[in-house]
């Protein structure tokens, strides 16, 4: 199985921080990795697909890059709403992998 | 618009089974997969497989055995888990999902149900 290994666990920032989340793959998976918003007692919501493609309806805040098999999840300026916990994805093969998951907090 | 509503929560004895429903609308619904994704309390997401809404042919993530099954009634859109022989650390909540597929990015989970929180204690 690939395993997604995601850093920071958790972080804390203030409202208009620019955060960056940390996705690495145990192996290649070309740019088959997904990111998803939790917020608690909620569904997932679908954020950005093929490590860089924005889901549409999604604020332009938010964006995502690779590089080899790390991956990147940059909100460029928090807003009140983005305060939640945050999971990589890989969808390169079976069994669908998610990271542990990084919990973003108020300051 | 496109919604997948899960059926409601509850609470089952060790040993009983459970049957979560999982009803789509909004979209065609053999034309995408229907996946299936679990959330133990506090804890992160695992992804327990999928069924193919065309043929109706399940997978199954190597963690999660034959008491697990995924079905589909395609008359009225809808997917269901059943698990039987429930224990305790069956607890968690049970979300289904859309599968989009595309080979330029694999399955993307681009809906979700509300989820179904299963508790099973004696």
């Known amino acids: 199985d690939i395993q997604m290994t995601q850093s920071p666990s958790s972080l804390s920032a203030s409202v208009g921080d620019r955060v960056t989340i940390t996705c690495r793959a145990s192996?290649?998976?070309?740019?088959?990795l997904n990111w998803y918003q939790q917020k608690p007692g909620k569904a997932p919501k679908f954020l950005i697909y093929?490590?860089?493609s924005l889901q549409s309806g999604v604020p332009s805040r938010f964006s995502g890059s690779r590089s080899g098999t790390d991956f990147t999840l940059t909100i460029s300026s928090l807003q009140p709403e983005d305060f939640a916990t945050y999971y990589c994805q890989q969808s390169y093969s079976i069994p669908y992998t998610f990271g542990q998951g990084t919990r973003l907090e108020i300051k | 618009q496109v919604q997948l509503v899960q059926s409601g929560s509850g609470l089952k004895r060790p040993g009983a089974s459970v049957k979560v429903s999982c009803k789509s609308s909004?979209?065609?619904?053999?034309?995408?997969?229907l996946h299936w994704v679990r959330q133990a309390p506090g804890q992160g997401l695992e992804w327990m497989g999928w069924?193919?809404?065309?043929?109706?042919?399940?997978t199954y993530a190597q963690g999660f055995p034959g008491r697990f099954v995924f079905s589909l009634d395609t008359s009225v859109s809808r997917a269901y888990l059943q698990i039987s022989g429930l224990r305790p650390e069956d607890t968690a909540v049970y979300y289904c999902?859309?599968?989009?597929?595309?080979?330029?990015?694999?399955?993307?989970?681009?809906?979700w149900g509300q989820g179904t929180l299963v508790t099973v204690s004696s």
């Open positions: 093929a490590a860089s």
């Open positions: 192996q290649s998976i070309s740019s088959y």
């Open positions: 999902a859309r599968g989009l597929y595309d080979s330029l990015t694999g399955f993307l989970f681009d809906y």
């Open positions: 909004g979209y065609t619904f053999n034309n995408f997969g």
């Open positions: 069924i193919n809404t065309y043929t109706g042919n399940p």
